[in-house]
Nanobody, 126 residues
Framework: QVELVESGGGSVQAGESLRLSCTAS????????MGWFRQAPGKEREGVASITADGGTSYADSVKGRFTISKDNAKNTLYLQMNTLKPEDTAMYYC????????????????????WGQGTQVTVSS
């Protein structure tokens, strides 16, 4: 089972940016679907963005145009660049991995992801 460790969370003002990182314990880029999920207090965990092994991406409507998911194959690292942050982006952010076909990966369905990081907190104040 691949192990994932997130970093990069913090507290920022609305309109600012953050970049989250997720380092995997093994080489994931050639086979795994990778995703970022978030969970705010009292809410369900939702899929924010995902990237297929081939580099295809998908985003939740709420973050399109503001967030960018990417990966560095050489470093086994997944990123989430978050720009123009809003208070409603406040949540615990989780990195996830799964062996999924591309169309399943792009659906960002939580139950299909089996490997999870411990999460990193993002707090955006107005």
């Amino acid at each position: 089972q691949v192990e994932l460790v997130e970093s990069g969370g913090g507290s920022v003002q609305a309109g600012e940016s953050l970049r989250l990182s997720c380092t995997a314990s093994e080489y994931t880029s050639s086979r795994y679907c990778m995703g970022w999920f978030r969970q705010a207090p009292g809410k369900e965990r939702e899929g924010v963005a995902s990237i297929t092994a081939d580099g295809g991406t998908s985003y939740a409507d709420s973050v399109k145009g503001r967030f960018t998911i990417s990966k560095d194959n050489a470093k086994n690292t997944l990123y989430l660049q978050m720009n123009t942050l809003k208070p409603e982006d406040t949540a615990m952010y989780y990195c996830a991995a799964a062996l999924l076909l591309p169309w399943y990966c792009l659906e960002r369905t939580r139950s299909r992801f089996g490997a999870w990081g411990q999460g990193t907190q993002v707090t955006v104040s107005s």
